[in-house]
């Protein structure tokens, strides 16, 4: 068995356009630009971009949904184009915002019949809908109509249908897209919980949400514009935005501040006088520098209001990256949609 839980190399995929009297004989967009991936497996693996990069279209390359155009891709040890039957036999993949099924069908009906198409036996599948339900708290409602259930119930509904098999490799496509914050929430704790209780299975999660990718991923990879432009651990990325952490420092007013920068480690100084008080903005080469620079503030006569440090988030990341918040990226997606 392969160490690998999936495998991309140089993955390409790309769509033909309509014809348009702008562009008689259309056009050829590129949603999917080259992407190398390796993950083991056990790991919660994110990527993590906004609206129109690639991450959807590269999810369904890899459970089978759509062909690559070039490149290549292996999952659970086999080949997207060639051996889909077995990847199916060995994956799930849950969508956010999804409609499958009957909303006349009650949530158990409707389980039970996914966990048919499944191949598992009756009497065992329905236990095992009736213990997952309680687990995301949706068993009081499992003789309701589908049609009837909220947004949020909804998704823990398809996530219970998603885990029902116990996929070796589950696939997370913006799973919390349009919950609310509990909804949410609610769904990102099971997530983790399901992780815990099953070590070597593996989660590919696509998110537009930092946090998300924050609070659940072992991995992330940045993707924009069909391609990934960094990959490493949430805590690796933060430290590379901006130098790591940096400190924020309000003094009474220091009327310029250039002379902090003759402090062994400062690295980077910004200060901004406001009405009698300098806010310094402070890059250091440790966290252990900041006693040099408070000993210089005191051997001046200058007094320290607040001090607080300060973590980069991953937004600070692909602002860096990109060049402009996650939001706006976003934004201009549906400007061009």
């Given at each position: 068995?392969?160490?690998?839980?999936?495998e991309?190399?140089?993955?390409?995929?790309?769509?033909?356009?309509?014809?348009?009297?702008?562009?008689?004989?259309?056009?050829?967009?590129?949603?999917?630009d080259?992407?190398?991936?390796?993950?083991?497996r056990?790991?919660?693996?994110?990527?993590?971009?906004?609206?129109?990069?690639?991450?959807?279209?590269?999810?369904?390359?890899?459970?089978?949904?759509?062909?690559?155009?070039?490149?290549?891709?292996?999952?659970?040890?086999?080949?997207?184009?060639?051996?889909?039957?077995?990847?199916?036999?060995r994956?799930?993949m849950?969508?956010?915002?999804?409609?499958?099924?009957?909303?006349?069908?009650?949530?158990?009906?409707?389980?039970?019949?996914?966990?048919?198409?499944?191949?598992?036996?009756?009497?065992?599948?329905?236990?095992?809908?009736?213990?997952?339900?309680?687990?995301?708290?949706?068993?009081e409602?499992?003789?309701?109509?589908?049609?009837?259930?909220?947004?949020?119930?909804?998704?823990?509904?398809?996530?219970?249908?998603?885990?029902?098999?116990?996929?070796?490799?589950?696939?997370?496509?913006?799973?919390?897209?349009?919950?609310d914050?509990?909804?949410?929430?609610?769904?990102?704790?099971?997530?983790?919980?399901?992780?815990?209780?099953?070590?070597?299975?593996?989660?590919?999660?696509?998110?537009?949400?930092?946090?998300?990718?924050?609070?659940?991923?072992?991995?992330v990879?940045?993707?924009?514009?069909?391609?990934?432009?960094?990959?490493?651990?949430?805590?690796?990325?933060?430290?590379?935005?901006?130098?790591?952490?940096?400190?924020?420092?309000?003094?009474?007013?220091?009327?310029?501040?250039?002379?902090?920068?003759q402090v062994?480690?400062?690295?980077?100084?910004?200060?901004?006088?406001?009405?009698?008080?300098?806010?310094?903005?402070?890059?250091?080469?440790?966290?252990?520098?900041?006693?040099?620079?408070?000993?210089?503030?005191?051997?001046?006569?200058?007094?320290?209001?607040?001090?607080?440090?300060?973590?980069?988030s991953?937004?600070?990341?692909?602002?860096?990256?990109?060049?402009?918040?996650?939001?706006?990226a976003?934004?201009?997606?549906?400007?061009?949609?």
């Amino acid at each position: 068995m392969s160490t690998l839980a999936i495998e991309t190399r140089d993955l390409v995929r790309t769509y033909r356009t309509r014809k348009s009297a702008q562009n008689p004989s259309g056009g050829t967009v590129v949603a999917v630009d080259g992407i190398t991936l390796q993950i083991p497996r056990g790991e919660l693996f994110g990527l993590l971009g906004p609206n129109g990069a690639g991450k959807t279209t590269a999810i369904k390359v890899l459970v089978t949904l759509l062909l690559p155009t070039s490149g290549s891709a292996r999952v659970a040890g086999f080949d997207v184009a060639r051996e889909t039957q077995q990847i199916r036999e060995r994956i799930s993949m849950v969508s956010g915002g999804e409609s499958s099924g009957y909303g006349l069908l009650t949530v158990r009906e409707q389980l039970w019949m996914f966990s048919q198409f499944y191949g598992l036996p009756s009497r065992a599948a329905l236990g095992r809908i009736d213990e997952l339900l309680k687990v995301v708290g949706l068993f009081e409602e499992r003789h309701r109509r589908v049609s009837a259930l909220s947004s949020g119930m909804r998704q823990k509904m398809n996530l219970v249908r998603g885990l029902l098999p116990d996929p070796e490799i589950l696939f997370l496509d913006e799973p919390t897209l349009g919950l609310d914050v509990g909804a949410a929430r609610d769904v990102r704790a099971y997530i983790r919980e399901w992780v815990r209780q099953r070590p070597g299975r593996t989660i590919l999660l696509t998110t537009h949400y930092m946090h998300e990718a924050e609070e659940l991923c072992d991995r992330v990879a940045i993707i924009h514009k069909g391609a990934v432009v960094v990959t490493d651990t949430p805590a690796a990325l933060r430290h590379r935005a901006a130098g790591g952490s940096y400190f924020i420092l309000t003094t009474s007013l220091l009327d310029g501040a250039t002379w902090l920068g003759q402090v062994p480690g400062v690295q980077r100084i910004d200060a901004r006088d406001g009405d009698g008080s300098t806010e310094v903005r402070l890059e250091l080469a440790d966290d252990g520098v900041i006693a040099g620079v408070v000993k210089a503030l005191a051997d001046r006569d200058r007094r320290i209001l607040s001090l607080r440090k300060v973590e980069p988030s991953l937004e600070d990341v692909f602002v860096q990256i990109v060049g402009r918040r996650l939001e706006e990226a976003d934004e201009a997606v549906g400007r061009r949609e």
